[in-house]
């Protein structure tokens, strides 16, 4: 990179960085801690069979939301890619953005399935606070997938604007 390479460009090793970082700790996360947790738990309580299912259901969706956050990294990343070789603006975005809305969306939809999971905790042990962190959780959530949504349609036109210019010069 010559000195005069542009911010953007500059950044891209440090965010590829981090997502790669991101990426380990949500596998290590999903691989790792969960079923620990979970094989700990089961063996400690020795729960009727109705909580097992539950907290085995409440487990394969929080491992379905990490999943989603890795299709985020990993589309991400070829946005990065993308903008490495200066062709953002080109057709090509569109489908990792895509990707990024339907893994949004998807997280989105497996969320609210917690919702039940959580009021059900929150009556048995007496914790409002955990029906409110659901609730913000889900505002994020809805607030990620409309940005994401905004930012497709920007990518779009500002492709399509790319593409006229290029057909004029």
Do not use: N
């Amino acid at each position: 990179m010559t000195p005069h390479t542009p911010l953007p460009i500059r950044l891209v090793p440090v965010l590829r960085l981090a997502l790669a970082l991101s990426f380990v700790a949500i596998a290590a996360i999903m691989f790792v801690m969960i079923p620990a947790v979970a094989w700990h738990d089961y063996q400690e309580q020795h729960g009727s069979t109705g909580e097992v299912l539950a907290v085995a259901g409440f487990l394969a969706i929080v491992i379905g939301l990490l999943g989603c956050l890795e299709v985020v990294i990993l589309c991400t990343w070829k946005l990065l890619t993308l903008v490495q070789r200066d062709e953002i603006f080109s057709r090509a975005s569109d489908r990792w953005v895509t990707g990024i809305v339907r893994a949004v969306g998807a997280g989105w939809i497996l969320l609210a399935c917690t919702a039940p999971y959580c009021l059900w905790v929150a009556q048995a042990d007496d914790a409002p606070g955990l029906v409110i962190v659901g609730f913000a959780l889900g505002v994020v959530a809805t607030s990620a997938l409309l940005l994401m949504l905004v930012m497709r349609e920007l990518l779009r036109r500002a492709t399509e604007l790319r593409a006229e210019i290029d057909e004029v010069i």
